[in-house]
């Protein structure tokens, strides 16, 4: 396993890369009865996490960094047709969401589980087969992201809850991080 206690990585505040990422998601929570994931770098280093100290699938989730320092609200506003609304650390307070995320219909839509808006830029998420599979593409049905299963180095797939988020490169690997939190939350993994 990587290592839980971790060291302060040396560029804390960057949450993009030049070159594409490769993340672990472990989908618990460090904290001792509490719900959520902790998510680690390729050097093993916690970069991202969710604690949910209230109950699983909770309607007001945060994604926050190593320092606890909260990068995205998750907020649920349609209890039926699934909708999230993702705030930004500096627009909680104006009620103006970054991005939405909302649940399509299967029969209407495809493979695409989820669109998700951010502005002028739209991304869906598509479902692949296997447990726990899913890729998050942009207007242009370029990949963005993508999650699954994680592998061990001699090929042996870990537990359900310990997954592998690659990032493309240039892309805020908080956003996408926010998107893959919503999408648990939605499928009732968190």
Request: glycine share 8%; charged share 20%; aromatic share 8%.
């Amino acid at each position: 396993m990587a290592k839980v206690y971790p060291q302060i990585p040396a560029s804390s505040s960057a949450h993009t890369s030049s070159k594409k990422e490769t993340l672990t998601i472990w989908m618990k929570s460090l904290v001792y009865h509490g719900n959520g994931c902790t998510v680690f770098n390729s050097k093993g280093e916690i970069v991202y996490r969710i604690d949910n100290y209230g109950r699983k699938c909770s309607k007001d989730v945060h994604l926050m960094d190593l320092h606890g320092k909260v990068l995205f609200t998750l907020k649920k506003k349609l209890r039926v047709f699934g909708r999230w609304d993702g705030y930004g650390c500096n627009n909680v307070s104006t009620r103006k969401p970054c991005f939405r995320v909302r649940k399509n219909l299967k029969m209407l839509n495809g493979d695409s589980a989820c669109q998700v808006t951010m502005g002028s830029s739209c991304y869906r998420i598509v479902e692949l087969t296997g447990k726990s599979t899913f890729q998050i593409v942009n207007n242009y049905s370029g990949i963005v992201a993508e999650v699954k299963q994680k592998q061990s180095s001699s090929g042996f797939l870990l537990g359900e809850d310990v997954l592998t988020l690659a990032v493309e490169a240039n892309i805020d690997h908080s956003f996408i991080m926010a998107i893959v939190a919503v999408y648990g939350l939605i499928n009732h993994k968190m």
